[in-house]
């Protein structure tokens, strides 16, 4: 194993922006075993009356997610909203066509919503323009949103909830430029149906904010040319552009495993090109308004397209894309949140897909635990320690040589400033077999000082937490390193996630 060097320099001066609380979102969908046995399993030890499962409440309260989408996803595309409020009794069981399962309709609107306050997050609503259209998407923010007076919301006055949900934020659609999507549209299509359905839903309340969708991905055929597209009708409806973005090894070779290291350099990519192309269709519009990006879906996915068709028999819950999530995979994962916290000047919500089973931090047995996945931990981390700004690193790495992207930076940084003034530096890695032994550089602060170092590495990159080994992967506590005339040194290990808290001693004496 090599030793190669790197140095990071962090000065607190330059600010890349605010990082918006809405940055710390995640994603659940009525998909596989994410509701039903995932946050709700009426009947299991920890069930609270309204049978929503204590132990993935309190994984989830400690992860500190701000924002939760919901209820899809490729399950919104079919999914008819009046089929979940109301009388559980007379709910109606449904077969669910985007995941060929069965949805009993026990958790809808008003149980989610009741969840979320469990939690401490917001929500935010999807619509259905896969099969549906202005109508629907209307009603339902009226019945959500409206104090009372109409239908919808005299409705859930009758449902037993006279305070309206205040939902802020609303998703206009699903991926709907995927060909597995129910009722995909051409980019015109979808977006002269999402500004109608926007204009309509901002009627019943003015005060939401609109997300667009954008492609599903990178790799789209119609990437860039769709989002361009729809914002020629959205623009001035919309808050947000969508962005999706899943990565996991794209074969067994060595290369494919280099490039899946590499892939906070892909969401770099992408989120510069959907912000060139949003500020494109903005000045060609002479608009005086400038759109944030929502990375309303991303994590790392093992499980490829497979899980999108044919599950016979048609069950409720079935176990689907229940990615494990190695000691590597949260070694990725650190590096696409430090993509994000990079961009937090434009991209202003992001959700983890998804909260809980499907590749997700949190995973669950039926009748049985919940436990950590190895990819929770940076997570946690980085949300705990975004609750200021993003600060703009200058790193000097060696090069990383990958098949998809070029050369990159093999060292892979971000650096926040909480509220409190401490800082807080997050490297990774990428390599799988140099070490770096890299300088960290604090300028302007009058006595910086270390006061927590934390590693996740481990010697067998597969290892992971199971069922039966849940604490198998945990981040390691490392003695502090002392900082010499502002400068410190951390050995990264190869494929390793670090993160480094430094307070300014100075600051707090005169504080
Ligand atoms: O997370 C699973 C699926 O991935 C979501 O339903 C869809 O939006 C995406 O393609």
Redesign the pocket.
Known sequence: MAVLTSTITVDPAYVIGEIDPRMRGS?V?H?GRCVYTGIYEPGHTTADGDGFRFDVRDLTRDLGVSIVRYP????VSGYRWEDGVGPREERPTKLDL?FQSIETNAVGIGEFMAWTRTVGAEAMMAVNLGTRGVEEAAALVEYCNHPGGGYWSDLRHRHGRADPYGIGVWCLG??LD?P?QIGRKPAREYGILAAAAGAAMRRVDPSIQLVACGS?GRRMATYAAWEAEVLEHTYEVVDYISV?A?HGPRGDTRADYVDFMAAGADMDAMITQVIGTSDYVGAKLKSRKRLNLSFD?WNV?HTHGTWRQGHEPWTVAPPL?EDTHSVTDAVVVGSMLNSLLRHADRVTMSCF??LVN??APIRTAAGGPAWRQASYYPMQAVFAHSQGQSIRLAVESPPMTTQSYGDVDQVDAAATRDEDGSLTVFVVNRSLDDAVLSDVVVRAMGQPHVTEHVLLHDDDPDATNTHDHPDRVRPRHLDPPGLDGGRLQVMLPPRSWQMIRIVDDAGRRNA
């Open positions: 994603f969908e998909l899809g996803g490729n399950f985007a699903n991926e995927g597995w599903s999706h899943y879906e996915r894309i897909a998804q499907i590749h």
